[in-house]
């Protein structure tokens, strides 16, 4: 193999962990991996739409004057074009308004700082739902994303950029975040492996304390399961000002990768929390996982926790309200821009969100203590919550399009200014369900601060994955890496390539 190119072939055969591997031992150069990653951003991306910022020049210069260092020394990487500040470089949050203004954050994350240090060359970032409020990657300011498996389908969202460009072979691992399911339903939807850690285990700052109140925070969507872990180890860990001061696991996490997970007391569902239906695909994908966790030797029973699905859901979009109604006003604020700048179900949804109340919001935001404390009570019981990933397999694009109707009936509640009205009339019950209804599941890891991750294991009978999803108490990481493992040997699935793959 070249020491300056690597083989499309050879490429996609590899995870970051082995490409960091090749690069260690002078088979192959950074320059070459990036080369063959915007070689094959070239050939799918106008498919796609995965990728919508390129920062190619700005990689190229790091890799000829800066020493890569750290577990994945040389590997191109993707930042999601949200909460993932690059200094000088475009940020739209997938929102009009700040791509208009040519966006340009003046200082990094630490988040990001996090990774540079990890050794990736990032060289792009990718499409996202404007301020990801949505779990569909449209954004009327970027333009629709497509889902690898079939171009006619989501790779849902919002970090459906990433995981889109992952399944298509251009990077073996992106970043992603979650604040409502934001890395599982993605990795659920393109038939990828997604961690999401628990609450405060990755940095938010330093222009945040916590994301989303605590509900949300960040990780890597990927092929492997180790690279996921390999990349928690190194993004991990206290910040300078931040809000949690965690311990250090007990070992690395990636020494949890072929650990040994005993057996384990697993209860399951199948059923929607919000009593919606949930497609056949998705009840037998988690029927199979569960008779494939007691071929492994693990304990598996039907069993809940005692919580309100419709009430969780409820508070969930009300706290996603009030986000909504911040983050408009900010950008407002920023960029000196009108209702234009945004999208008619982000200002609906801010309308709403600001005729909640204060004591309304502390209210709502104390149930978040009730649901965890009902999760903590079944984790006494249970090691393990596994249910479906989503209640659908991926949608096609356009499927969750707002109607004319509700663009007119959104115009008129700006107009006369009616969103305490709205509130008021049970609309956020109505719509919790109707929006939710596809994605009922992963909101419970948000709300209760534990980590949550979605296996690729099953794929229907037209070509379309479908994860299975589990729920771990807080701190159990390393427990789900074990998991992961295990199944990804006794069913692997990185050797499954999309039908538009590099």
């Known amino acids: 193999m070249s020491a300056l190119e690597i083989s499309a072939f050879d490429y996609a055969d590899h995870d970051a962990t082995g490409l960091a591997d090749l690069v260690r031992r002078r088979e192959v150069t950074p320059a070459g991996l990036l080369d063959a990653a915007i070689r094959r951003a070239q050939a799918v991306n106008p498919q796609l739409n995965a990728i919508v910022n390129l920062f190619e020049d700005r990689a190229r210069r790091r890799i000829a004057q800066e020493p890569l260092e750290g577990p994945f020394a040389g590997v191109p990487f993707l930042l999601k074009d949200l909460l993932m500040d690059y200094a000088g470089e475009r940020s739209s949050y997938g929102c009009r308004a700040l791509k208009d203004a040519e966006f340009r954050p003046e200082r990094n994350f630490e988040l990001v700082n996090r990774f540079l240090a990890a050794g990736v060359v990032i060289f792009g970032s990718t499409n996202t739902s404007e301020f990801g409020f949505k779990g569909i990657t449209e954004p009327d300011a970027l333009g629709v994303c497509r889902n690898p498996w079939n171009v006619k389908h989501s790779p849902h969202g919002s970090s459906g950029g990433s995981a889109s460009a992952v399944a298509a072979g251009i990077v073996p691992m992106a970043a992603a975040s979650d604040g409502g399911g934001s890395i599982r339903i993605p990795a659920s939807a393109c038939g990828l492996f997604g961690l999401k850690p628990g609450r405060g285990r990755s940095p938010a700052g330093p222009d945040y304390a916590e994301w989303m109140d605590g509900g949300a925070t960040a990780n890597v969507v990927s092929r492997s399961v180790r690279d996921a872990a390999i990349m928690l180890d190194a993004i991990q860990g206290d910040e300078i000002g931040g809000p949690y001061p965690w311990p250090m696991p007990p070992r690395p996490f990636a020494q949890e990768v072929g650990a040994k997970t005993g057996k384990l007391k697993i209860g399951f569902s199948t059923a929607s929390p919000i009593g919606t239906p949930v497609h056949p695909e998705c009840v037998k994908a988690v029927v199979e996982t569960a008779k494939l966790l007691e071929d492994l ?124 009205l709205v509130l008021r009339t049970g609309y956020v019950h109505r719509m919790a369900r109707d929006h939710l209804q596809h994605t009922p599941y992963t909101q419970l890891g948000n709300i209760t601060g534990t980590p949550a991750m979605s296996v690729p294991l099953h794929w229907t009978a037209d070509g379309l994955p479908v994860g299975s999803h589990f729920n771990a108490p807080i701190g159990g990481e390393g427990l789900l890496l074990r998991l992961a493992a295990q199944l990804e040997q006794a069913r692997p699935w990185a050797h499954r390539r999309a039908p538009v793959f590099a």
Request: charged share 15%; hydrophobic share 45%; net charge negative.
């Open 297 to 420: 030797g693990h304990h598996v029973e039907e069993a809940n926790p005692a919580i309100d699905g419709d009430a969780l859901a409820d508070d969930f979009l009300s706290i996603y309200f009030a986000m909504a109604a911040s983050a408009v006003a900010a950008v407002k604020a920023q960029t000196g821009c009108g209702n234009s700048g945004f999208e008619a179900d982000t200002l609906a949804a801010a309308a709403i969100g600001r005729a909640l109340s204060a004591p309304e919001f502390v209210e709502i935001h104390g149930r978040w203590n009730t649901y965890a404390r009902a999760l903590g009570e079944f984790f006494t019981r249970y090691d393990l919550y596994l249910t479906p990933t989503v209640a659908s397999p991926p949608l096609r694009v356009g499927q969750l399009d707002t109607t004319p109707l509700n663009r007119i009936a959104t115009q008129a509640m700006l107009a006369l200014n009616l969103g305490g």
